[in-house]
């Protein structure tokens, strides 16, 4: 198991739509086993496989934060079936947007259908911070980050800045 670089913002790479798993074998559970151990480097709670830059519908979460009581799960070609009409706001950061943060407005709760880390088919009810990741990460499945929802000017102001981080830790 090993940790990976996560692509940061602007990276074409991140705006691609992950692929469907045909069988989730030993291949995809070492995958799922290296973005888990990137995830609780980094630190987060949430880590799309895009994000190590395997175009791949698997996501892993862990919203427990605590170091001494992990509580990871696995999502291989997650679906939310429904949405809450109710929304919820949320300040959001991502892995891939580093340093920035913005209030986001989702669904309050969400039923997702997935296959586990031995591929079994799962349900869950979603409500919570767990509704507002599993909805973060599934936009990442579709290329879309969470600045993708600011106004044009704002999203541009946080390209800026992350082009100038980006230069500065090169030089540096
Ligand atoms: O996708 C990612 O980059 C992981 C995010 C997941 C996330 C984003 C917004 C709201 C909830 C989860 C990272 O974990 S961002 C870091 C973080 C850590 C704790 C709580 C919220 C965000
Ligand atoms: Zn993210």
Request: proline share 4%; net charge negative.
């Amino acid at each position: 198991m090993s940790v990976k670089i996560i692509l940061t913002e602007p990276n074409k790479l991140l705006r691609q739509v992950s692929k469907t798993v045909e069988k989730v074998g030993e291949e995809e559970r070492m995958l799922m086993d290296d973005m888990l151990d990137t995830m609780y480097a980094a630190p987060g709670i949430g880590l799309a496989a895009i994000q190590i830059g395997v175009p791949k519908r698997i996501i892993v979460m862990d919203i427990s934060r605590d170091e001494n009581k992990k509580e990871p799960m696995y999502f291989v070609n997650p679906v939310i079936k429904n949405k809450n009409e109710e929304k919820a706001k949320y300040e959001e950061g991502c892995l891939s947007v580093p340093e920035q943060f913005a209030e986001i407005e989702r669904p309050n709760a969400c039923e997702v259908e997935y296959l586990d880390y031995e591929g079994k088919k799962q349900m869950l009810n979603a409500d919570g911070l767990l509704a507002t990741c599993i909805q973060h990460e599934m936009d990442h499945l579709e290329g879309i980050l969470f600045i993708d929802y600011l106004s044009k000017l704002k999203k541009s102001m946080i390209i800026k800045k992350l082009s100038k981080i980006r230069v500065n830790r090169e030089i540096f």
